[in-house]
């Protein structure tokens, strides 16, 4: 007696249409959207754009600024971790407790990021992005300072992938480039610093004229950013929106998020068909391999072929 080998071939259809199926998917989402190589999907990254303080041409305005109070425990402070609020942040500051040196009294720490027109410019270089003055004072505003051991660090993101860009600061003596170390993705930078100061992104050679603050009077340093608030637009009132205490266990996540820009791949509907093309051709796979092993459906008797006993 012998089995029939036409049931289960025919029973192999329904996954052999399955994968006939995702073929076609495939063909469609390259014939749409066609990949000159394998692409590597990471994620979706939305790198958002930059934000001037006073925006060139064609680019986007609204700086932004942060301001908020870290805590002190036993005469230290508690992590700092303060940043503007743009979704890839702008201008960051990080210290791990115990950091700052803290004058006798302190009970608070005062920090604050604002968007300013420098009254000065680098002799070397030119600026790029917005001047960010980074203030950490306690809570009688004293400037605090912290060793370069330490490793306070200052992040500031730029509008461009410039080559061999720094950050540069100028904490009253002068701009001074800062030894920069790339943080990986939407062109911005990390510096170990000791304390507050005026902070950019600074490119080699000449660039366009970045605008300066014109002192009213002869303001100290101290005043800059009244002064760049009434001669560039909104004040800092109006750019620096509170975050709240910072510090200890009740401090928010501020930590950069590596983001890679340079994902592949087409739009995301093609992603979409190119997922269910994959998807299809592997149930179909299954399915073929299932009814391949199964045999005939149940409840048909098999037909035999031969002899029969009477």
Known sequence: MSRSRSRPARDLRPGLAVVGAGIL???LAQWLAPLGAPP???????????????PPAGSAGGAMGAEGTAGVDNGKNRLIAIATPELQPQAQLFATPGTFSLPKGTTSIKLSIVPILPETLPADGHIEGNVYRISVTNQAGTALVAPASAEVTVGLRGP????NQVIAVNDGSGWRDLKTDNAGFAASYLAVVTGGGEYAMVAPGTGSPYPTATPVGGPAAGSAPASAGSSAGPSSSEVVPSIGEIGGSAAPSSAPVAIDTNSGGGPPVILIVA????ALVAVGIVLASRNRRRGPPPGRPPRYEGAHRR
């Open 25 to 27: 998917a495939i063909a």
């Open 40 to 54: 590597l999907y990471d994620g979706v990254t939305t790198v958002a754009p930059y934000l001037w303080l006073l």
């Open 160 to 163: 461009y992938t410039t080559a």
């Open 275 to 278: 997922g269910l093309a994959v």
